[in-house]
């Protein structure tokens, strides 16, 4: 398996796979295969799609750690990069689709439905995420200030819950919003139960060392 994730094919073969949603979307729109309303299903698709790259993303540090595949790690900036990718096709459906790119009227309508200007203000985030998930911002930034950036990807998981929430919310359907905060409240709380271990054992750590070094 760690021979597999190493290989010079397997990063491509996850941008094609990411880019497998994209191909079913463009299809089932030229084959009219969309349903009633195409506009809502393709806004609600790529929305979807947005989220469940981004509960990919939030795996790939559990699942390295649980699993001992450190591999898994050359994967993250990818995925990374596409929810950014989804979350702006998500965006670019509802502002063509929805409202034939009309300015004016799509900066009305973010200000006045909450759940949009969440999803608005998590797509910034997103961006700034993106822009700054290679090597030269991180050299530029400096490590501390680029993982105390990157750490707002809670912020992004919890907005964008509270996005999809907002827009079940006149349907009263909460199903799938459940499922979506019940993967992301795991992988977040092992996340942040993980950084408590860590300090707890920090001083543990140097008590023991200072032991082990005996009387100076």
Not at 143 to 149: D, H, I, M, V
Not at 157 to 177: Q, S, T, Y
């Amino acid at each position: 398996m760690r021979k597999l994730l190493l290989h010079p094919a397997a990063k491509p073969v996850v941008f094609v796979l990411c880019l497998l949603p994209l191909a079913w979307l463009v299809y089932a729109a030229v084959a009219n295969h969309l349903g009633a309303n195409p506009a809502e299903a393709l806004i609600r698709a790529t929305g979807d799609w947005t989220l469940r790259a981004l509960c990919l993303v939030l795996a790939i540090t559990p699942l390295r750690v649980i699993t001992s595949t450190p591999q898994l790690a050359r994967f993250r900036r990818m995925l990374g990069l596409f929810v950014f990718f989804y979350g702006v096709l998500h965006l670019l459906s509802y502002s063509w689709f929805d409202m034939g790119f009309d300015i004016p009227d799509i900066l009305h309508d973010i200000a006045k439905r909450p759940f949009i200007l969440v999803g608005t203000l998590d797509l910034v985030l997103l961006a700034l995420l993106a822009a700054t998930s290679f090597n030269r911002a991180i050299k530029a930034l400096g490590g501390k200030r680029w993982q105390a950036l990157h750490r707002t990807v809670y912020a992004v998981a919890g907005l964008a819950v509270l996005h999809f929430f907002w827009m079940r919310a006149g349907k009263n359907n909460f199903g799938e919003v459940a499922v979506y905060a019940g993967i992301l409240g795991a992988l977040l709380g092992w996340r942040f139960w993980q950084r408590l271990r860590k300090r707890s054992a920090t001083p543990a750590v140097a008590a023991a060392r200072r032991t082990a070094a005996g009387p100076s």
